[in-house]
C-alpha cells in the first residue's frame, strides 16, 4: 500500500509559470518535509511541517512556498520557476521530532522546466 | 553547521565482491544515523544505527555505528547487479532538520 504518495510523478513547466506540486501521505504522521534533490547531490530541505507549524530553512528562495491544508496534504507552490529550479521534489514524513525517527519518501516529483 | 561526509563517492565492483561505505558525522545533539538506498526515485530506508557497536543486520547489508570515532559503515556482501544505487547517510535532528552526505554511487557490474 503506498504510504507517501507525490503526483505528479513528472511535471514540465514553462519558465514562470507558476507550478504547484503535491503529496499525500497515509501514515498520519505529524511531519511533512519537502526536499529538492538535483542530480548526484543530496537532498536538500527546503521546509517542513509539524502539524500546523511551517518551519522554513534559512537558505530557502522566497520563489518557493508551502501548504498544509490538514494532517494529510501537504504542497509545494513555485511561484516563477527559473532553469535553475529544474530537480526532483521529494516529500517525505516522519512521526516527530526525536532524532531518531525515519523519515518516508514519496517516489518525487521531476520538475522540468523549459 | 552539521556535517555529513560520505566516501568513497563512486566504487564500481563485479558481482560477488564485498564493499564498504563509510559515513562519517559532526553534528550537535546526535541522536541516530540512518542510511538509505537510492536508485533513480526517492530514498528507501535501510538502517538506523542509534547505539555503538551494535551491528544491525539485513540479508547481505549489515552496518554499524561507533559513536567515539563518529563514524557508520555500511557492508553489502557478495554483491548483485541489483545493489546498484546511491547509498544516502543522514543524521537527523531533534529539531526535525536531517543532515545527509552527498552519496556514494555504487555500480555493480556483472
Known amino acids: 500500500d503506498a504510504m507517501v504518495i507525490q503526483n505528479p510523478r513528472y511535471q514540465v513547466t514553462q519558465f514562470g509559470k507558476p507550478v504547484t506540486l503535491s503529496c499525500s501521505q497515509t501514515?498520519?504522521?505529524?511531519?511533512m518535509y519537502w526536499y529538492q534533490q538535483k542530480s548526484s547531490q543530496a537532498p536538500k530541505l527546503l521546509f517542513h511541517y509539524y502539524d500546523k507549524d511551517f518551519n522554513n530553512e534559512a537558505d530557502t528562495p522566497d520563489n518557493f512556498q508551502s501548504r498544509r491544508p490538514n494532517t494529510s496534504f501537504c504542497f509545494l507552490d513555485i511561484r516563477s520557476p527559473g532553469l535553475g529550479d529544474a530537480a526532483m521534489y521529494l516529500c517525505a514524513t516522519s512521526t516527530r521530532f526525536s532524532g531518531t525517527d525515519t523519515q518516508y519518501f514519496g517516489p518525487g516529483t521531476r520538475l522540468t522546466v523549459l | 553547521e552539521d556535517k555529513v561526509v560520505q566516501s568513497p563517492l563512486s566504487l564500481v565492483v563485479h558481482e560477488g565482491d564485498t564493499v564498504t561505505l563509510n559515513c562519517s558525522y559532526e553534528v550537535t545533539n546526535f541522536r541516530s544515523l540512518l542510511w538509505y538506498k537510492q536508485e533513480k526515485k526517492a530514498p528507501t530506508f535501510l538502517f538506523m544505527l542509534?547505539?555503538?557497536?551494535i551491528e544491525k543486520k539485513s540479508g547481505r547489508l549489515s552496518s554499524i555505528l561507533d559513536k567515539k570515532e563518529l563514524f557508520s559503515i555500511l557492508n553489502i556482501t557478495a554483491t548483485q547487479t541489483g545493489d546498484s544505487a546511491v547509498y544516502l547517510c543522514?543524521?537527523?535532528?531533534?529539531?526535525?532538520?536531517?543532515?545527509f552526505g552527498d552519496g556514494t554511487t555504487l555500480t555493480v557490474k556483472p
Open positions: 542509534t547505539s555503538s557497536g
Open positions: 543522514a543524521v537527523p535532528s531533534p529539531a526535525g532538520k536531517s543532515t
Open positions: 501514515l498520519n504522521h505529524n511531519v
